[in-house]
């Protein structure tokens, strides 16, 4: 029952997002100042806000940046946490060594204000938004893949192909990789979650997503000097948030018992 | 104990080394030319010939190498620089600010096992009833919340419509009514990830056979849940306060700002807004230096705890 929610959530997030042009009641950018702060009506379902901009098709629109963030940071993330991760754990030694090292370096820092510092110094905007939760979330499946694969050291299959002659990348290619991917894609699917919250938090702080651009944390960073006289322009945003994250989690969970049906465990933050 | 102490503290060098590197690098990436950025006030652009004057005597000239180097030779005697902004010693300003973080932070951890650890419990003991199904839904949903948000629900509800707590700030010196709602705020947050641990270790310690011999020898319930499985259920509970500690400054970031509370999070976040790198780098290697003996302790603490460790 919870997974069907997710999944439909996740799905009209993808529909919506393909469809936004045709979903949206207004244009999301068409600033109407004798419209402004109204209250949900028939022209704007969920109000404007303090520049008359339509709230609803500002959120619709704003679900293409939170998905296409959230997604290309944990498809990055992933994808230089396999490299490592697999590098680390399969050769082992002087390399995993120095990985770990960088890994344990990097967890050292509080995620969040790693990720502020770096677009602290290297400035605000998509590009460097995308880059800083790279550089907080990659660590994760590095540890990830580098953990299976030590469990995976010394399994009769691996030698028997390395005695057959195949070489390295082969041997993780066509036997590790296909047992690493289905656990990489279940941080992956969590990891979409934490991503939308992270990227919205700093667009929030005026840190991400610039105005106009619509995106939802730098709705509610809008909001903000409004929240007494229009709290809805604050409320509807962080709705869709919490409930695109939700979907994720929920999704992300079911995942997990899929591919390992035992698992009780608590959960990774 | 002191061989696993000294290994650890030796692992731990390489680290703190890389940190460090990581922190400098960052700033060393950014666009822009600090001698400029110092020099800049509300008179406009300043003199170029005193940029390049500065930039001599603060060696922004160097090589990187050697400016890393320069930097981190300071930062082990505690060294921070000054800030740019308001040249207080940067190694103050961090220590103040983080000393209002850390008493929102034990504020929202105490809330936070209020709040969690009857649930776990209650979750575990009567699993997959109707309780455990509500107590796990709004933990999940607790932390899909961005905590942001649920600042300003709470502020909306209870500072702006029932108005009986204060919007934000920190008062005369952080009392309690300025702290109510940020330490609500963090604690919710974190009860959702910890009551999720407790009822998972709840659920494995009550599988055990000496649970089992409890029951058989006819104790009731709640004794053999409270008096028996709570203390063991507890134990990695704790252990992890460290990561919980991770996720509650985290949150702090923004929360912190939200309130107008002067701790460690609101003042990297100025920093950023004022561009004033020394201080964006000063925080930035205090918490994670933190971190890392923070983690430190609890490696130590667990290794006396659990003596199956010490072979």
């Known amino acids: 029952m919870r997974t069907w929610i997710a999944f439909l959530i996740i799905a009209g997030l993808i529909l919506a997002a393909i469809f936004a042009e045709q979903l949206s009641p207004n244009d999301p950018d068409t600033a109407n100042l004798s419209q402004r702060l109204k209250a949900p009506c028939w022209d704007y379902p969920l109000g404007t806000d303090h520049l008359g901009r339509c709230i609803l098709s500002r959120i619709i629109f704003g679900i293409r940046m939170s998905l296409f963030i959230g997604g290309s940071v944990v498809l990055f993330s992933a994808i230089l946490g396999i490299i490592l991760g697999s590098a680390a754990g399969y050769f082992g030694g002087i390399l995993d060594e120095a990985i ?47 953990s299976i694969i030590l469990s995976l050291r010394g399994k009769e299959f691996l030698e028997a192909a390395a005695s057959l002659g195949a070489s390295d990348f082969y041997i993780m ?55 007494r006289a229009d709290p809805l322009m604050m409320i509807f945003p962080g709705i869709a948030i919490t409930s695109s994250v939700l979907a994720f989690n929920l999704a992300g969970e079911w995942l997990r018992e899929q591919v390992d049906p035992r698992s009780d465990a608590p959960q990774e933050i | 104990m002191l061989a696993f102490l000294i290994r650890r503290i030796l692992l731990l060098l390489p680290v703190l080394f890389l940190v460090s590197a990581i922190s400098f690098t960052l700033f060393y990436l950014a666009p822009g030319d600090p001698a400029e950025l110092l020099l800049t006030g509300p008179q406009g652009p300043p003199d170029p010939a005193a940029v390049q004057e500065l930039r001599q005597k603060a060696g922004f000239d160097d090589p990187p190498q050697i400016q890393y180097i320069r930097w981190l030779n ?224 609890i490696d130590v603490f667990y290794y006396y705890l659990n003596p199956r460790m010490r072979d």
């Open chain 1, 100 to 146: 770990m090292r960088v890994v344990d370096a990097f967890l050292a820092f509080p995620s969040i204000f790693l990720a502020l510092a770096a677009i602290g110094f290297l400035g605000s905007g998509m590009i460097n938004l995308m880059l800083s939760l790279i550089l907080v979330e990659w660590t994760g499946y590095a540890r990830l893949v580098r």
């Open chain 1, 173 to 227: 290619r066509r036997h590790i990789l296909p047992i690493v991917l289905p656990q990489v894609l279940v941080m992956a699917t969590l990891g979409i979650g934490y991503a939308i919250l992270d990227s919205t938090s700093l667009s929030f702080l005026g840190l991400g997503i610039q105005p106009p651009t619509p995106e939802w944390g730098s709705m509610m960073n809008d909001a903000r000097p409004f929240v």
């Open chain 2, 74 to 297: 300071k930062a082990i005697r505690g060294d921070l620089g000054y800030s740019f902004i308001t040249g207080d010693k940067v190694l103050d300003d961090v220590r103040d600010s983080f000393r209002s973080t850390l008493k929102l932070a034990l504020a929202s951890l105490v809330i936070s096992f209020l709040i969690s650890i009857p649930l776990g419990i209650l979750s575990a003991v009567k699993r997959n009833s109707a309780i455990d199904n509500l107590a796990m839904t709004l933990s999940l949903l607790g932390v899909s919340v961005p905590n942001f948000w649920l600042a300003y629900l709470l502020i909306i509800f209870f500072a702006i419509q029932l108005d009986v707590l204060p919007v934000a700030g920190y008062g005369e010196s952080g009392d309690l009514e300025h702290m109510v709602l940020p330490a609500v705020t963090l604690g919710l947050s974190a009860a959702a990830v910890t009551s999720r641990m407790m009822r998972s270790c709840m659920l494995e310690v009550l599988s055990q056979d000496y649970i089992l011999a409890a029951r058989a020898k006819g104790l009731p319930n709640w004794s053999v849940v409270l008096k028996h499985a709570l203390p063991n259920a507890l134990l990695p509970v704790i252990t992890v306060m460290g990561l919980n500690f991770t996720y509650l400054l985290n949150g702090s970031a923004v929360v912190e700002t939200v309130f107008a509370w002067p701790g460690i999070g609101n003042l990297m976040i100025h920093s950023i807004y004022d561009r004033d790198y020394p201080v964006i780098m000063g925080s930035l290697l205090f918490l994670a230096t933190l971190f890392l003996i923070l983690n430190l302790l």
